[in-house]
T-cell receptor, first 110, second 111 residues
Framework: DAKTTQPPSMDCAEGRAANLPCNHS???????VYWYRQIHSQGPQYIIH???NNETNEMASLIITEDRKSSTLILPHATLRDTAVYYC???????????FGTGTRLQVTL | KAGVTQTPRYLIKTRGQQVTLSCSPI?????VSWYQQTPGQGLQFLFE???????NKGNFPGRFSGRQFSNSRSEMNVSTLELGDSALYLC??????????FGPGTRLTVL
């Protein structure tokens, strides 16, 4: 079973920031926070990961709270192509066995 | 760098048959994982291979098996197909870094 909880759906206007929350209530000290997304009929796409520091890459920013029990994925300027299901996952560093939950379906609208 | 490739992309089989799916990882990646995705159960981990050895296994019956070759290419096999095996089967490869790269999947329909 998935160890994270996410809202089932969110809407965001194009050009605005999309902030997707995730709760990691059972995360342990050596587990990373990963974010993936899946656009309809495609395989999941890696977005970003972090351990305890905030991270930023060309796709998104990841904010992890100090107690690591929650995280937020930020897409700074959402576009229609960002419409997808977003999954947050916590797991060990090998990343070889990911337990996906039901994710958040983000709908970006005009 | 070429991404993860999976063949075939679509497959139709009948109950009782067996099927073999193929995955070619990104060049240099030695870990290959397989997942099953269905509308009802979501994305579920099947197994992972690293250097030709199964390193992790999910909670699937023995009808689901896999292997990895010396060039890191991997195959998964499902024997005695059931209607419930209809799904999108995804393969992912990873390097020593933490992210996994997924292929486009093979959509299997069992009639």
């Amino acid at each position: 079973d998935a160890k994270t909880t996410q809202p089932p759906s969110m809407d965001c206007a194009e050009g605005r920031a999309a902030n997707l929350p995730c709760n990691h209530s059972t995360i342990s000290g050596n587990e990373y926070v990963y974010w993936y997304r899946q656009i309809h009929s495609q395989g999941p796409q890696y977005i970003i990961h972090g351990l305890k520091n905030n991270e930023t890459n060309e796709m998104a920013s990841l904010i992890i709270t100090e107690d690591r029990k929650s995280s937020t994925l930020i897409l700074p300027h959402a576009t229609l192509r960002d419409t997808a299901v977003y999954y947050c996952i916590d797991g060990t560093g090998t990343a070889s066995k990911l337990t996906f939950g039901t994710g958040t379906r983000l709908q970006v609208t005009l | 760098k070429a991404g993860v490739t999976q063949t075939p992309r679509y497959l139709i089989k009948t109950r009782g048959q067996q099927v073999t799916l193929s995955c070619s990882p990104i060049s240099g990646h030695r870990s290959v994982s397989w997942y099953q995705q269905t509308p009802g159960q979501g994305l579920q981990f099947l197994f992972e291979y690293f250097s030709e050895t199964q390193r992790n296994k999910g909670n699937f019956p023995g009808r689901f098996s896999g292997r990895q070759f010396s060039n890191s290419r991997s195959e998964m096999n499902v024997s005695t197909l059931e209607l419930g095996d209809s799904a999108l089967y995804l393969c992912a490869s990873s390097s020593l870094a933490n992210e996994q790269f997924f292929g486009p999947g093979t959509r299997l329909t069992v009639l």
